[in-house]
């Protein structure tokens, strides 16, 4: 038992202790520290210690513990959730060799297996691996992203999962075969549509869709791949089906396979005659040359030998034997096959064509009749039951399955209808089955499909009958989504982060890539029975479109900046953005929610969203919401429409169509066109969208909705919900484009009171300030001169700050009050730097400053012209506040605490929609008078479309208390005050008003003592 200055017994801390005190240098051995935190928790054990110093990066026999006490109390560390790429450059190197790289590995091998399949001629649904070996790669895929990042997602087996896809002879062409350009300004990426036609039609021709059998016969050992309703319904197929179907699927393919085993038998045998002394398989090419020379020999054909000759291999699939071969076996199977009957059940019938056309819907939308018929099918004799994972094995179209809550209620509005339907609640579980778009107009392009009405996911495995039964159960059948007129917002974000590592790429795992999401307005959307968001490969940074800052805004709440980007040039012709880290936060989600709802309020079904999120490459996700005119595809004769064709996109609300504006060699605001990538076809139209942005504007201007009830002035209720729903800036976001300055010099006083008066931010500020009113930078030259300590050298520059807002002295008295307090030679350094400053400054209120500063008679300067005042009646809360000496208060209340009607303090302050700021009472009064016009636009205003000012009316209130208690302590004391100052005693007062400047406050300290006093430190 080691001794010392500690009491010697058994408790482990202490021998701890006694251990840290030594020789070790503050380290501690690891066998003590774990025997310390079981003696502190009698369920620790060593697994937890070990796992505890992996998380902090520790190891050795002896740790640190300065090291380790730093780790425990460091920001968001925990031992449970610390990802592994903020461990050790140890920790990181063993988790990338030992874990990821052989999983990468296992995925690139699937996606080469799946390359070799292709060429080698497979079954079209054989091509891809099965969907219980994706289900499993997607499991693991997430679960080692989560270890590194802390948030889990599947962006790299999405992008291999793509490049598989692209061959699974479905897809006509690869995407990185269609030309492609740039603007020169990067804003627009543009894809060839007549090279992209071409390879269409030769991929047709590659992948032998033109072959067609003289008499066309009934499918055998495969399924149709069309099924739901709509095209691309038909990721779960049709598992319940009639007798004669169901043999032919199934005894049809085990007599295809063993046709396949036959084949492969003489194959054996012929090569075995051709390499006597070999047992290993020779090339390829030897092989072929070889069997050739066979067959020269032979008097009749050899089907076995023909395909060794055509492969070079044993026949592993069906698909690779011949076309006419498989014709004629086919045939011949489904001719013996069809010679058993089964007596037709009408009922049944309808039952099974319902199920095949509305999968995951109860059969004539009653779950008791449907699970009724469902029981009754698997009785009948004419009915088969075929479970889902053998089905799945027919299918050709794989898919990657990720699971979601959700958080924000999905709403809908019927055509017609004046309130919404709530289709699926927070707290709801969400699927999104992500499959490669045939049709790609972008890298690595997919559809991400809504749950669909069945189970996916690790509750439930193959060989459960909730897995194998799957659409027949209907479990959720409002799953089951339009894409039309529903604009699901969280869907969006959701599938965006399920494809990005969090952090951006700095520190993404090999493989990991950035991808955006997005949906397309009903225009543009050609399947509008199933809901489906597009995904693409690309980072924010990639369209700089979606990057661009209008006048952003920091919400604390939301943790996100917000933002309304102007694309066009009217003002209708927009966007609204949301910048976070964490677009999936429920304030964030509820907030575009509540705009789309409020936008269908106001317009109903006559106005369509663009919206998109895109993940930025420094970890940000941007989510862009563009408000559109519900366009129109019209029908015009042919000659007269886009290209020389039959149809024509019209906006309604302009009473315009884009072949009008030969400008313009696109038509939609949608996912992929509304960032900047199009696929033009005419040389005349690649050259237009050269032009990058310029394109852009257009479109958007051409896109936009335009309010129809903005200049009405009715009191109809519908009108006025238009009216007060119009402006996002006026109704939802809280930034009047009047007052975009004011919410920006808040967030730099929020700035300057964390990071103090820094000289470099100061002289930014001094030229913001040149284009700002100057009563939003008064508030800031206020916060600074509230600040304890200021240094000397920071003076000057908010002396041009003031100087470039227009703001003489008189207009800053605690700014001027700071400066007077410095002594003679400190005035002449300010002054100094002040007359050689070599930014922009105006040099009339500069000359203000400098007179101050130098105790001359400062020179005329002209103040920024008002707004002439407006006479109103003076209200009876204004009458009562105004009584017992407060008129003066009201009379002069500064320009940021003062009623823009009439110059008087505000009590119940309110923003109007266009940034002015008014008290409650003065302007209802004002609208009484002019027949409900804001005076100063002229546009149609109510008070209740403002938005009352709570910080505002707090500072007011505080002005108005303030003054109230000074005026109480009587005229004795101010009495003495001014005896005093002029008796020249000041400074014995002085040390009596210290306690009650601590009180009062600088402010008031400043304005109703030191000034009328006359006390002069």
């Avoid at 006509?172 to 740039?182: G, K, M, N, T």
């Avoid at 009724?372 to 299918?395: G, P, Q, T």
């Avoid at 008679?857 to 017992?884: E, I, K, S, Y």
Wanted: contains cysteine.
């Amino acid at each position: 038992m080691p001794s010392g200055r500690y009491v010697v017994h058994g408790s482990y801390l202490l021998r701890a202790l006694e251990d840290l005190s030594g020789e070790n240098h503050g380290q501690i051995g690891k066998d003590m520290l774990g025997k310390v935190f079981r003696r502190l928790d009698a369920s620790w054990t060593d697994e937890h210690t070990q796992l505890m110093l992996d998380a902090a990066g520790l190891a050795g026999a002896h740790i640190d513990c300065c090291d380790l006490l730093s780790w425990l109390f460091g920001p968001e560390k925990s031992i449970n959730l610390h990802p592994v790429k903020n461990r050790s450059p140890l920790q990181r190197a063993a988790f990338l060799a030992e874990q990821w790289e052989p999983f990468l590995a296992v995925v690139r091998g699937h996606l080469h297996s799946t390359i070799a399949r292709a060429k080698a001629g497979f079954s079209l649904h054989e091509i891809m691996p099965s969907h219980e070996t994706l289900a499993s790669l997607t499991e693991r895929c997430q679960a080692l992203t989560e270890a590194w990042h802390g948030r889990a997602n599947i962006g790299m087996l999405y992008e291999l999962f793509t490049d598989m896809a692209e061959h699974d002879g479905h897809s006509p062409y690869l995407f990185r075969d269609i030309p492609q350009s740039r603007s020169v300004d990067g804003y627009v990426r543009l894809l060839d549509g007549q090279a992209r036609q071409q390879l269409y039609r030769h991929g047709s021709k590659r992948m032998g869709l033109s072959e067609a059998a003289a008499d066309p016969i009934p499918l055998v050992g495969r399924i149709q791949q069309t099924a739901g309703e709509s095209p691309i319904d038909n990721l779960q197929l049709p598992n319940l089906m009639n007798r004669n179907e169901a043999l032919l699927l199934t005894t049809g393919h085990r007599i295809q396979q063993f046709l396949v085993r036959v084949l492969r038998w003489k194959q054996h045998r012929i090569l075995k005659m051709l390499f006597p002394d070999s047992d290993a398989v020779a090339d390829v090419s030897v092989v072929k040359a070889k069997a050739w020379d066979l067959d020269l020999g032979q008097e009749e054909p050899s089907l076995a030998l023909s395909m060794l000759i055509r492969h070079g291999c044993l026949v592993e699939s069906y698909g690779q034997v011949p076309f006419d071969t498989r014709h004629a076996a086919e045939k011949f199977i489904a001719e013996s096959l069809s010679k058993i009957h089964a007596e037709r059940d009408e009922e049944l019938h309808n039952f099974l064509e319902h199920a095949s056309k509305h999968p995951g819907r109860p059969f004539k939308a009653s779950q008791v009749e449907h699970k009724a018929m469902l029981l009754r099918s698997m009785a009948s004799r004419s009915v088969r039951l075929v479970w889902r994972s053998v089905v799945e094995s027919f299918c050709q179209h794989r898919y990657l399955t990720i699971a979601w809550t959700r958080r924000a209620p999905l709403f809908y509005l019927p055509d017609g209808a004046q309130e919404f339907e709530v289709l699926r609640a927070p707290g709801s579980e969400e699927l999104t089955r992500f499959r490669k778009n045939v049709f790609a107009y972008g890298p690595s392009h997919a559809l991400g499909q809504s749950g669909g009405g069945w189970i996916d996911g690790q509750r439930w495995q193959p060989g459960s009958l909730m897995y194998e039964l799957g659409p027949l159960l209907c479990v959720d059948e409002n799953a089951k989504l339009p894409n039309h007129y529903l604009t699901d917002i969280e869907k969006i974000i959701r599938d965006c982060m399920a494809l990005c590592p969090d952090g951006g790429t700095s520190d993404a795992l090999p493989g990991e890539a950035m991808h955006d999401t997005g949906q397309n307005p009903v225009v543009a959307s050609s399947i509008g029975q199933t809901q489906h968001t597009q995904v693409s490969k690309a980072s924010a940074e990639e369209f700089p479109l979606v990057m661009e800052k209008s006048s952003p805004r920091w919400c604390s709440q939301m943790d996100a900046i917000i933002d309304i980007v102007q694309v066009g040039t009217h003002e209708d012709a927009f966007f609204v953005s949301g910048r976070s880290r964490q677009p999936d936060t429920q304030r964030f989600l509820e907030f575009f929610v509540e705009l789309r709802c409020r936008f269908l309020r106001a317009f109903g079904r006559s106005i369509d969203f663009s919206c998109s999120c895109h993940a930025s490459e420094d970890g940000d996700f941007i989510f862009i919401m563009a408000p559109v005119a519900c366009m129109k595809k019209v029908r015009v004769p042919k000659g007269q429409g886009c290209l020389g064709l039959d149809f024509d996109f019209e906006n309604p609300d302009l009473g315009e169509r884009v072949t009008q504006h030969k400008d313009l060699p696109i038509a939609t605001v949608d996912a992929s066109q509304g960032k900047g990538n199009f696929l033009v076809n005419t040389s005349e139209h690649w050259n237009m969208a050269l032009e990058g942005r310029p394109i852009l504007v257009r479109l958007y201007d051409f896109n936009r909705k335009r309010p129809k009830s903005r200049n009405l002035r009715t009191s109809a209720n519908t009108h006025e919900e238009g009216i007060a729903s119009l402006s996002i800036f006026e109704v939802v976001v809280g930034l009047p484009k009047c007052g975009r300055m004011q919410w920006l010099w808040k967030i730099l006083c929020d700035t300057l009171l964390e990071t103090g008066l820094v000289r470099s931010f100061l002289r930014d500020c001094s030229e913001l300030a040149l284009a700002t009113p100057g009563q939003n930078v008064a508030a800031f030259l206020r916060t600074a001169a509230l600040q304890e300590d200021i240094d000397l050298a920071a003076l000057p520059v908010l002396c041009c700050i003031a100087a470039n807002a227009h703001l003489v002295p008189s207009q800053v008295a605690e700014f001027t009050t700071r400066l007077l307090e410095l002594d003679d030679k400190e005035q002449c350094i300010v002054a100094r730097e002040l007359e050689g400053w070599r930014g922009p400054v105006v040099s009339d209120t500069k000359a203000a400053w400098l007179a101050l500063l130098r105790a001359v008679p400062a020179p005329p300067v002209d103040a920024p012209p008002a707004p002439p005042p407006t006479p109103l009646p003076q209200t009876p809360q204004r009458r009562v506040l105004a009584m017992g000496g407060l008129e003066e208060l009201f009379v002069e209340a500064p320009a940021n605490m003062s009623c823009a009607l009439d110059g008087l303090l505000l009590t119940d302050p309110v923003i109007s929609p266009h940034g002015h700021v008014f008290d409650h009472a003065s302007l209802a009064a004002a609208l009484a008078q002019n027949g409900g016009l804001c005076p100063f636009t002229g546009n149609p205003l109510r008070v209740d479309m403002c938005i009352p000012d709570a910080d505002l009316r707090s500072s007011c209130s505080r002005r108005i208390k303030s003054w109230a208690r000074a005026m109480l302590r009587g005229t004795a004391s101010e009495c003495l005050d001014q005896k005093a100052s002029q008796s020249g005693k000041a400074y014995a007062f002085q040390s009596e008003r210290e306690s009650e400047r601590e009180s009062f406050g600088a402010e008031i300290w400043a304005e109703n003592i030191r000034k009328p006093c006359g006390l002069v430190e």
